[in-house]
């Protein structure tokens, strides 16, 4: 996890006895493998991150070898086991080896505030995440702090429960991690955080626009007022999961691309950046081809569109978002305007579909009586909802847009309709059932913090 921070903690008022000399010194040594850690892909480029593992891992080895003398000298205070604990926790994976000594540094000086919370770092790398928060709620107690704020809006998010329960947690995490920014707004890392709670929300709150406008903002602040978030492997990864959702292809694609380049050890941004490709690479190819259908089957779909199916749809009522259904104009595709359509609806017969690994969105061909092909991507969507090919399918309000992506010398062209829930459409003439919409879980949670 990269829930360590850089900046000097808070020290103590009431030190048991003064801090020698030396152990100022190997003090200073910790918070330099945190530095060298956390600056290494500005200092060195990115796509090193063998070479960082080994060298942190060497510099680690030195630092405990100075806290031995350390500890051989002056024994086993409180003070030296947070040394310890501190600079074990450098590294990605807990250690029960820095348990054992942050554990001893709390009993020791309950007041240590910087040792409950790398002890809960320690507990929540290691999976007892109820301990981990423990630590940090208790942390809180002694003093308001930022890195126990950010840290507990991190558990929130992954502590399990009912869907219900894990809301309430999430909207607890976006509390936890505004506060921690409001007490340091040069902080990068808080901003970080925030933006990572409010991904969370986006996912639990029907993915609301604005939601995720304020994640996109706390990633933006974050670059702004830090230069290593630039660097930050997973700030991308998770960004490049909004811009996805929001059918931002471009800015995903090239977002996964610098993950990965950033995270080379790490096989998800390859993954995700893979399987969109693949996934833009199949739509457009479809469109175009119009679902690979024979010449005869979308000659004779067409023409029932321009007969029998525009005389059931012409005088329909067409559901709304909200408050009563309304009639609309049915227009053909070449008539959208890029983004909303208000007042129009239009009219076609499914000719593909497609679902993806992450389940979400639904992609549907959608033929009209002019012979135009778009995909329709549909959100929020139960797993029982589909549509076959042959179907006929209206859109009210149409929200179109003209997709043009060019990654890695790969390019993709075709037009799209978004839709937020399947209760917005009529298929074969029909409202959907209330069952048809799902609640929305997070296909992707945040990754590493």
């Not at 040394?83 to 450098?90: D, F, M, Q």
């Not at 909802?385 to 009210?396: F, H, M």
Request: with cysteine; hydrophobic share 35%.
């Amino acid at each position: 996890g990269k829930m360590a921070e850089s900046g000097a903690a808070e020290r103590e008022e009431e030190e048991e006895e003064e801090e020698s000399a030396e152990e100022r010194g190997v003090r200073e040594q910790v918070e330099q493998l945190y530095t060298f850690r956390d600056t290494f892909f500005q200092t060195e480029g990115p796509g090193r991150a063998a070479e960082r593992q080994r060298q942190l891992e060497e510099r680690l080895h030195r630092v405990l070898e100075a806290i031995g003398s350390l500890e051989g000298r002056s024994g086993h205070k409180a003070s030296v086991l947070l040394l310890r604990g501190k600079a074990l926790n450098v590294l990605p994976e807990g250690s029960s080896e820095a348990e054992a000594a942050l554990s001893r540094a709390v009993k020791l000086r309950p007041e240590l505030l910087e040792a409950w919370n790398q002890l809960g770092e320690v507990y929540w790398k290691r999976g007892k995440l109820e301990a981990a928060r423990t630590c940090f709620t208790g942390a809180l107690t002694h003093c308001k702090n930022k890195q126990s704020l950010r840290n507990l809006s991190m558990v929130l998010r992954q502590v399990q429960g009912t869907a219900q329960e894990r809301a309430a947690n999430i909207m607890r995490s976006v509390e936890q991690a505004r506060t921690a920014v409001e007490m340091d707004v040069t902080d990068g890392n808080s901003w970080y955080v925030l933006g990572n709670a409010y991904l969370s929300l986006f996912f639990v709150s029907g993915q609301s626009e604005r939601v995720s406008q304020q994640a996109l903002g706390a990633y933006t602040q974050a670059e702004k007022v830090d230069a290593s978030s630039v660097n930050n492997p997973d700030l991308h990864l998770n960004r490049s999961t909004l811009h996805r959702y929001e059918e931002r292809y471009q800015a995903a694609l090239a977002g996964l691309a610098r993950a990965a380049a950033l995270d080379p050890a790490s096989t998800e941004p390859a993954l995700r950046e893979q399987q969109l490709l693949t996934y833009l690479s199949r739509v457009s190819t479809l469109v175009q081809q119009r679902g690979q259908l024979k010449q005869k089957r979308l000659t004779a779909l067409m023409s029932s569109l321009r007969g029998r199916e525009l005389l059931n749809h012409r005088d329909r009522l067409y559901p709304a978002p909200s408050g009563p259904h309304t009639s609309l104009a049915l227009r053909p595709l070449s008539s959208l305007n890029p983004g909303n359509n208000p007042g129009t609806a239009v009219l076609g017969k499914v000719v593909f579909s497609l679902t993806t690994e992450e389940k979400v969105p639904f992609t549907v061909g959608l033929l009209d009586g002019e012979g135009t092909c778009v995909a329709v991507t549909v959100y929020n969507m139960a797993e029982s909802w589909g549509v076959l090919i042959g179907d006929t399918v209206a859109i009210p309000r149409p929200l179109y847009t003209r997709h043009s992506v060019e990654h890695k010398d790969k390019t993709f062209a075709f037009g799209g309709i978004r839709v937020d829930s399947p209760l917005l459409l009529l298929v074969n003439g029909k409202n959907q059932s209330p069952s048809s919409q799902a609640a929305p879980i997070l296909a992707h949670r945040p990754c590493a913090e």
